[in-house]
């Protein structure tokens, strides 16, 4: 079993739409998540860290939920700028650091 | 801020060459660089973790003798590709820490080998 999966995509939508990933890992004692995008031949870029509270930027909200091993991203008001990979990142290290990338879902936002 | 570059950014060689990488945070020290990999649609894969002045630790399945890590400094690490082979060809990006939780990356190094 993979540690960490994703929606294997790819996510097709118009622009405006909301669309929303999911995430899941396998590892109950991760302490850190993260969100970030990569563009086609870029390197990944940041999008947000998620808070066990749940959190937001803008159009982009990030929820966690401990019990169930899941990670959420929704994209609301999608832009064609919003293409791109996106990667949930768990930090399955306690104390250190020990990133694992899932697979990534690849979202192109259609004019 | 937090600006990491790599070098080169590509590069083209024979088939038994040895390609050096160079990864530096320009604006911060870092404590902790990470060493990825990543092929044609797949995600990034962590091959070794390299700590200022300590010996790199490489991830299960990767060679630490075909990919040599030097982390010499606070902000330079340098990843080594020896005697390298067509299936070595990939995207190798490297990250630089400069705490917990943090990482800031390298616009990547595409390494071609013929």
């Known amino acids: 079993r993979k540690e960490v999966e994703q929606d294997p995509g790819p996510f097709n939508v118009p622009e405006g739409a909301t669309v929303a990933f999911n995430c899941t890992y396998s590892?109950?004692?991760?302490?850190?998540f993260f969100w970030y995008r990569q563009d086609c031949r870029k390197e990944p870029k940041l999008l947000m860290s998620?808070?066990?509270s749940g959190n937001e930027d803008g159009r982009f909200t990030a929820q966690l939920n401990r019990a169930s091993q899941y990670i959420s991203l929704l994209i609301r008001d999608s832009k064609l700028s919003d293409s791109a990979t996106y990667l949930c990142?768990?930090?399955?290290?306690?104390?250190?650091?020990?990133?694992?990338f899932g697979p990534g879902t690849r979202l192109s936002v259609l004019p | 801020g937090a600006v990491v570059s790599q070098h080169p950014s590509w590069v083209i060689c024979k088939s038994g060459t040895s390609v050096k990488i160079e990864c530096r945070s320009l604006?911060?020290?870092?404590?902790?660089m990470f060493w990825y990999r990543q092929f044609p649609k797949q995600s990034l894969m962590l091959m070794a973790t390299?700590?200022?002045?300590?010996?790199?630790?490489?991830e299960q399945g990767v060679e630490k003798d075909k990919f040599l890590i030097n982390h010499a400094s606070l902000t330079l690490s340098t990843l080594t590709v020896t005697s390298a082979h067509p299936e070595d060809s990939s995207f190798y990006i490297c990250?630089?820490?400069?705490?917990?939780?943090?990482?800031?990356f390298g616009p990547g190094t595409r390494l071609t080998v013929l």
């Open positions: 998620v808070y066990s």
């Open positions: 990142v768990v930090n399955e290290d306690n104390y250190g650091q020990n990133f694992v």
């Open positions: 390299s700590n200022e002045g300590s010996k790199a630790t490489y």
């Open positions: 604006d911060f020290q870092a404590t902790t």
């Open positions: 990250s630089a820490s400069p705490a917990r939780d943090t990482q800031y």
């Open positions: 590892n109950s004692a991760s302490q850190s």
